[in-house]
């Protein structure tokens, strides 16, 4: 920051504020603001002495005043309110400053923590007031506002760890509500029974803005229930109209009423729902407690949404030639590098979510909101019982909660799939299903066993899993949900004496009638029929734990038809697969099937100890399938970066460089990593492991299937027509 001295005494017009310049007073500036100052205004100033606050760091501020200094965007300074309203509440006898841009100072007007509310620059006179400072300029480009929360970046910079209420303050004048409330009880009137639903397709910067094409499908899709207005800033209100025009929506355009950001609010207050690209919106959305959807792309929804408690953030899954969403970039006055690389206008990676997916959302948000939801009371995995449940998510019209004792995720309620709508190729609202499910492979079986298996062999979790069901004792072998018997085959092939359940017909009989398997329909154990009740050596069910409403006696019920030297192997989605720790585990990923009524549950290591003892296994292991450089990839995402030589020169290096100096340094980890992997296993001995140091035969299993997954063969001929040699 910095403090200059007026050489003369002058007016102007500067950062939204009119201001009167006093020769001789000194004044102090965020530094990228002094420099936005035209030529002819900055001459008139000239660097001068002055001490600042010293900066804030926790301390006791009853009786003492503090000056935050935040030249911000309007959704910076709404995303400030929650610091600002709980420094306030927990030091009651401060005084409370904030100097703030001439376009932000709107929604900071009127809320009863704020003091004093001043322009930027500010007067020195007011500096020297303040006991303290906090400083909040120069922010965008710094590590620590990229990777935090913007409501979690202003706690921090406050020294807050948590606040009363993460959502922001929103104040709407009375006068501006009655001004723009005319508006609404109009369509109300003409289109009565329906709800409003405000649809900000626009946003600050070319790559961030929605295709109106997305604004005309949801108008389709949610016609019966909602009716769509329109309520962009008045410099956007041309370019709004021609959309319209052009696409055909019937959507009310209200946005010439849209004066100021406080009638944004006043709209976004009169409104029922809320769907923005913009982020403005989506705090004001937030902060009036409104059902939102907000949809990213280029920006990591849990960035500007995660402290949000009514908004469901709807991200795409777009892996493009430049890019691979969410890229980062803050802002930009034209289309993005991938829209270019295509030819077209909006960002590839918005243009790539089905409205579908975002009108699911919407009924998703209004359900959270109104909380419309049962809460469990007991925990399917380990029994513990209570009211204190905590919502993680709400996704397809399913509550997620998640156990306070074991840390089990499962819906509420707990209710499946018929797995036969899904062979056959039925489609229902599941999200998962507005693209191809992989069922469509398992059904496209080979001709024979050996070509099935080989289909199957080589994949990374079966590299790993068959040479430890190698090392195990022969006999009887289950695999519980067999689906066609690719597995069944494998260990057919290794000597065991082979059965297998499975809950669709259609997969049944291709298992039966392809390849001669002994397969029974059963959804439970008490359906499997007498000759399938043996004592067997290994029972398998590979994904089948997350689908099941009471997954404690299932896994019971296997403890049962283990022989005393039995061994279970299951496997489910990894709680903690590298992509969840990387970006940790994000909300509303309809790109995936990780939810109900597909799955019913969510299982981390601990979670799936404590249900495995509770039902009676003795000893357990636990094993992901091998760390792969494409796992490595899809939680870190390689960039390209400026490298600066000795000399003074720079090279540019592109991230395909950058990705191979990456996955060549990680190579420790794909040998010896047993929890980062994509496909998790755990291995539970009804009394004793039946082989001697299973650990060992574990960590084996990993680095050679590793090694085989990554590089193949030492044998297998190079490029070119050479052999590699030992």
Known sequence: MLVVKALETFSMD????????????????ADDVFGALPPNFRKLFARAEGKLPPFYRGENLNGRTLLVVAQAAIGDALCMTPALREIKRRYPKMTLMVSISGRARPVLEGLPYLDEILPMPLPYEKVKQADFLVKCVEMVGKPQFDNLNLVEYFLWKFCIIRAE???????????????????????????????ILLFHYLASSVHRTLPPRLLKELEDLLSREYVPVICSL???????????????????????????????????????????????????????????????????ADLRSITYPTVIPVRPYYRGETCIAPCGQHATLEPCPEAKRKGQFYSPCLDSIPAEVIARALEDA????????????NCPACAHKGKDFWLFEIINGFPIFECPSCGLQFAWPLQGKDYDTIYKGERDNLLRFVIDLAYEDYKAVEKTPEKEIARWENLPRFRFLLPILDALPRGPFLDVGCSTGFLLLMAQRLGFEVYGTEVSDEAIEIARQRFGLRVVKAESITELPQDFRRPYRVITALEVLEHLPDPLNFLKGLKDLLDHQGLLVLSCPPYYKFENLAKGYQKYKWWRNDYPPHHLTRWKPWTLYEALKKAGFSQIYFSTEPFLPGT????????????????????????????????????PLYLNAPTLGNFQYVFAAKEKFPVSDFPSLLKRALRFSAIQSIWGFDETPKKGGSRQTN
């Open 14 to 29: 500067f950062n939204d504020y009119h201001l009167e310049i006093q020769k001789g007073k000194k004044y102090l500036f």
């Open 165 to 195: 209420k993460e959502v922001p303050d929103v104040f709407v004048p009375e006068e501006v509500e009655k001004e723009v409330a005319p508006l609404f009880e109009e369509i109300r009137q003409l289109v009565p029974g329906k709800k």
């Open 234 to 300: 008045p410099s956007e209100d041309i370019t709004v109209e021609v959309s319209l025009d052009v696409y055909g929506i019937r959507a009310a355009n209200l946005s010439s009423y849209m004066k100021s950001v406080k009638h944004l609010a006043a709209a976004i207050k009169l409104s029922d729902a809320v769907i923005t690209a913009d982020t403005a919106t989506l705090h004001l959305a937030a902060g009036l407690g409104k059902p939102t959807v907000f949809i990213a792309g280029p920006i990591e």
């Open 366 to 377: 209004e359900m959270l909101v109104a909380g419309r939801y049962e809460r469990p009371e």
């Open 632 to 667: 490595l990839l899809e939680g870190i995402h390689p960039i390209p970066f400026t490298l600066e030589l000795s000399g003074g020169q720079k090279l540019q290096v592109p991230s395909q460089v950058s990705a191979g100096v990456l996955i060549e340094s990680m190579k």
